[in-house]
T-cell receptor, first 114, second 112 residues
Framework: ELKVEQNPLFLSMQEGKNYTIYCNYSTTSDRLYWYRQDPGKSLESLFV?????AVKQEGRLMASLDTKARLSTLHITAAVHDLSATYFCAVGMNYGGATNKLIFGTGTLLAVQP | KAGVTQTPRYLIKTRGQQVTLSCSPISGHRSVSWYQQTPGQGLQFLFEYFSETQRNKGNFPGRFSGRQFSNSRSEMNVSTLELGDSALYLCASSLQTKDIQYFGAGTRLSVL
């Protein structure tokens, strides 16, 4: 079964610094998602990456996908406090026909300190 | 455009009872998926429905069941509740396979 590993699990950053969250997955997939979750809230969609080499950017966040390495990264540039949240990557299953089943990583709790 | 609506938002039940959770997808979305989120196990896939058919099911006991109606609204039912069923249950909808999945606010179930 597809396994998704995220690291680090916890990330404490200072405002203005850059950092990267990594998402590795174990079997072939053609789509990868990044979500944000604030405490006690639901999941907010950030990015959908559908092809090898895909790169998407929104504000201070940039996500990329390398399907050959089975790796996606979420890069944070010049972090601000408002980015504090838990970030999840999720990989779409690719078997047995069409499905929207996602396997989620463990999540990365990001705390941006002033 | 209204988002994914889940009701109720909070539920408190006792062991042995059963519960039904409801999810109304975004208008026009035919795919609805359910996930369970707990601190220990994280986000786990429960099942997925598309045009009233269960298309996929996660590794949960038969006490967990679901269905989808002709208007794409979905319900999930948990019978004979156990303490370990306490979790945030999230519903997601999408227009087609491989599209963005939009999540509802969730139903927080507490089993006492």
């Amino acid at each position: 079964e597809l396994k998704v590993e995220q690291n680090p699990l916890f990330l404490s950053m200072q405002e203005g610094k850059n950092y990267t969250i990594y998402c590795n997955y174990s079997t072939t997939s053609d789509r990868l998602y990044w979500y944000r979750q604030d405490p006690g809230k639901s999941l907010e969609s950030l990015f959908v990456l559908l092809s090898n080499g895909a790169v998407k950017q929104e504000g201070r966040l940039m996500a990329s996908l390398d399907t050959k390495a089975r790796l996606s990264t979420l890069h944070i540039t010049a972090a601000v406090h408002d980015l504090s949240a838990t970030y999840f990557c999720a990989v779409g299953m690719n078997y047995g026909g069409a499905t929207n089943k996602l396997i989620f990583g463990t999540g990365t709790l990001l705390a941006v300190q002033p | 455009k209204a988002g994914v609506t889940q009701t109720p938002r909070y539920l408190i039940k006792t062991r042995g009872q059963q519960v039904t959770l409801s999810c109304s997808p975004i208008s026009g979305h035919r795919s609805v998926s359910w996930y369970q989120q707990t601190p220990g196990q994280g986000l786990q896939f429960l099942f997925e429905y598309f045009s009233e058919t269960q298309r996929n099911k996660g590794n949960f006991p038969g006490r967990f069941s679901g269905r989808q109606f002709s208007n794409s609204r979905s319900e999930m039912n948990v019978s004979t509740l156990e303490l370990g069923d306490s979790a945030l249950y999230l519903c997601a909808s999408s227009l087609q396979t491989k599209d963005i999945q939009y999540f509802g606010a969730g139903t927080r179930l507490s089993v006492l």
